[in-house]
């Protein structure tokens, strides 16, 4: 099974046609190979290697049918995916609109975008896909992302680090963590309240049984802040974890995520 990752909903226009048994060779590759949730790891283009040190979250390819989607070093994207036996076709991508700082995450957001347009081979070497271009120039590496074991939860203090809603990537203010507990319990803060409760964790999915939250008079803005991280959590998340970031993404596909960094890595 591959882990899912929950994407931020966009306008854009329909995206037609279905997929056929025909034209589904992708360089001597089925296409079905290649369906599934990748995490991009390097990248080379004319204007150099890609820095992805500094991007505020995880670069992300998901393909699935004729769609490609996931999240640049900003913004999210959708477009479409198609492979015949001469290689890829991807995009064009509608892509969301938020700013992030510094300016060289948009930059990089730019040169990632055109460089999935370009791209026009795919090779896959057990858990690492490569696309590229005939240039011998650019190159995007992406490793399989596959789906987050419990026990991966357990163990690190959760330290939130950017909170992702709608069109916008708001810093966080105070401390905002999550811990969770093998007998089943988990406690953190939202940045003023401390909460506590039992979690099921199951298929990559964590919902919380039950969400107790202390009570202590906080600012207007820290206040809106923890409306939206009950929100997401309370709810049910998609939890993956990229090395020692935990992105907590709403369970069907919503509109926010929340990113955490293990302070203590596993």
């Not at 696309?131 to 399989?144: C, I």
């Not at 969400?211 to 939206?228: F, R």
């Amino acid at each position: 099974m591959r882990a899912k990752i929950a994407v931020l909903s966009i306008a854009l226009l329909a995206l037609t046609g279905c997929a056929s048994t025909a034209g589904n060779d992708v360089a001597g590759l089925d296409a079905d190979d290649l369906t599934g949730a990748w995490q991009l790891t390097a990248g080379t283009d004319t204007t150099g290697t890609f820095d992805l040190d500094d991007v505020p979250q995880p670069v992300t390819l998901e393909i699935a049918d004729r769609t490609a989607s996931g999240r640049a070093p900003c913004n999210t994207y959708t477009g479409e995916f198609n492979g015949t036996s001469d290689g890829v076709d991807l995009g064009p991508f509608a892509i969301t609109r938020m700013a992030c700082s510094p300016d060289s995450v948009m930059k990089l957001e730019t040169r990632y975008i055109a460089a999935l347009e370009a791209a026009d081979t795919a090779t896959l070497e057990g858990s690492s896909l490569t696309l590229s271009l005939s240039d011998g120039v650019l190159e995007l590496v992406f490793e399989e992302v596959v789906p987050t074991p419990a026990a991966e939860l357990v163990g690190p203090t959760w330290t939130l680090e950017t909170i992702m809603a709608g069109e916008t990537a708001g810093s966080v203010q105070g401390d905002a963590t999550l811990i969770f507990g093998e007998d089943g319990t988990f406690r953190g803060n939202a940045g003023c309240h401390g909460f506590s409760g039992y979690y099921v964790y199951k298929a990559d999915e964590v919902t919380f049984t039950n969400l107790d939250i202390d009570h202590t008079n906080c600012t207007d803005e820290l206040a809106a802040q923890e409306t939206t991280v009950f929100d997401l959590l309370g709810q049910g998340f998609v939890a993956t974890i990229l090395g020692d970031t935990l992105t907590a993404t709403k369970s069907g596909g919503g509109d926010g995520a929340l990113v955490y960094r293990a302070e203590d890595p596993q």
